[in-house]
């Protein structure tokens, strides 16, 4: 369910599937074939906010008052991947948060060339920018890393979505002096993501899962967190970022039966949505988000 201040955007909150960029802006290799399978995998629960607070020393949530949905969840995807990285490589870690604004434009003008002042974007969109035009940090425009204590972290936000915005209505997109620095913080791959195997060995191997479908949590959650999407007339776009058992299941090993695996869905309208902004789905309602066919690893 649209919270009030999206009540009245077109479309849902930005992400529409008649908006995807050929499939060929995202078929770099499949990285996850390079993943161990589940029986070999270090097959545990993993919830990419726990390490995010820990990477970044302060827990803040994506947040849209446009129909920047893919972006933020771009963006956000980019802000998960540097903090489970730097679980693996500490001394290589950049403990930067980044910029909407450059996801976001770059998807939309520089990658795929739909410029126009109208809010939206695709999934693919926004990866094929990460793939070949990169990412933007806030600190390179000047925006501050930590929430203004005199506001609420949304008010921290909101210039860099303008700039998004902004950028997108532009024939030149994200201005040149910026998309130097871009080049080099492209990423790696990303495969696309059908299945909820293929989306398991993404929450265990620590890659998050950008995702835009026509099925939405309502963001009723129930005492463990658990929540159930609907199918709505407008879509959304955001991520995937965990995974576990059911509540009341063994802990999640590999040996846990699929019917019993659970997903983080991690949204981008403010910690008062579902259980601070974010939600576990089950299987099937996972399933559902990625059968609307635009989601993708962002490796």
Known sequence: MLPAHLADLPGGSGW????????????????????????NALFVETDFDVVAE??????????QHRGTCAGQAGKSGMDYRAAMKWVFNPRHAKRKRHS??????AGRVEATDNVGSWDGCAVSWI??????VGAL????LQLPEHHDRNYCYARTLEPDEDLAVKWAASRNGVPAEYEILMADR????APPVSNLEELALCMVNGVPV?????????????????????????????????IRAEPGQPALSSSTPEKYWQFKYINSWG???ALDGALWLPRDHAQAILDDDDSFAII
Do not use: M
């Open 137 to 140: 940090y806030r600190s390179d």
């Open 186 to 189: 492209k990423i790696d791959a």
């Open 271 to 273: 910690f008062d949505w």
């Open 100 to 105: 909407v604004a450059g996801t976001y434009a």
């Open 16 to 39: 529409n599937p008649d908006l995807k960029a050929s499939r060929a802006f995202c078929s770099a290799p499949s990285a996850l074939i390079s993943f161990p399978d589940l029986r």
């Open 210 to 242: 950008e995702t835009g479908s026509f099925h939405i949590p309502t963001g009723a959650v129930d005492k463990y967190g658990t929540g159930y999407t609907e199918r709505s007339k407008g879509g959304h776009a955001t991520l995937f970022g965990g």
């Open 127 to 132: 990866v094929a920018g990460l793939l070949n």
């Open 54 to 63: 820990k990477f970044f020393g302060e827990f803040w949530r994506q947040f």
